[in-house]
């Protein structure tokens, strides 16, 4: 079955710099959007940025500027480039996928469990 898995989580100071990373596996189709999502202790998940099988991307208003989104469509893989990180930041990054499983002619949405970044003052 189809599977993301992310990995780069850690621990940083206050204006450093982390790279997340997550791959897709499994019989996949089509994937038509990946992303990451994250959600801090006691808020709800929010989008942080996305790319399309067209390489459109979107961002939270708070990550411009300073986040990255990037794929390697080759791999199944995509990239959060994370600079100038804040305390604001820490939460637990989810990558996310939208896509199409070879078995089927329909698209669904698909989460990996989560990777924690955690950003120290």
């Known amino acids: 079955q189809v599977q993301l898995v992310e990995s780069g989580g850690g621990l940083v100071q206050a204006g450093g710099s982390l790279r997340l990373s997550c791959a897709a596996s499994g019989a996949i189709g089509n994937i038509n959007t990946m992303g990451w999502y994250r959600q801090a202790p006691g808020k709800q998940r929010e989008l942080v940025t996305t790319?399309?099988?067209?390489?459109?991307?979107s961002s939270a208003d708070s990550v411009k500027g300073r986040f990255t989104i990037s794929r390697d469509s080759a791999k199944n893989t995509v990239y959060l480039q994370m600079n100038s990180l804040q305390p604001e930041d820490t939460a637990v990054y989810y990558c996310?996928?939208?896509?199409?499983?070879?078995?089927?002619?329909?698209?669904?949405?698909?989460w990996g469990q989560g990777t924690q970044v955690t950003v120290s003052s």
């Open positions: 996310y996928a939208y896509l199409r499983p070879m078995a089927t002619s329909g698209y669904y949405n698909y």
């Open positions: 790319i399309n099988q067209r390489a459109y991307t």
